[in-house]
């Protein structure tokens, strides 16, 4: 949970969580969710005073059309 990841990273400077994805349980396209485990993430970098980086993957279609440089080539909410 937070509490492990938040000991494991414990005086880090960078905490990189990549992809996202394996981070939460929830349904990617649920924005209310998705706000949430930004949250989450934000208040786990306040509490250890270091800066947080998601990555977040393309879906696969934009992966194999033009539209890989689209914002609606993201994965699920935009929150």
């Known amino acids: 949970g937070v509490d492990e ?5 414990a005086g880090t400077r ?6 996202l994805r394996r981070f ?6 649920d924005s209310l969710h998705m706000t949430r485990t930004v949250q989450v993430c934000e208040g ?4 250890l ?5 998601l ?3 393309t879906t696969k279609q934009s992966a194999y059309t033009a ?3 689209r914002s ?4 699920g909410s935009t929150a």
């Open 5 to 9: 990841l938040a000991s494991m990273c």
């Open 14 to 19: 960078l905490m990189i969580l990549d992809p």
């Open 24 to 29: 939460h349980v929830g349904e990617e396209n």
């Open 44 to 47: 786990l970098g306040q509490r």
């Open 49 to 53: 005073k270091n800066a947080v980086i």
């Open 55 to 57: 990555t977040h993957h």
């Open 67 to 69: 539209s890989a440089e």
């Open 72 to 75: 609606a080539a993201s994965r």
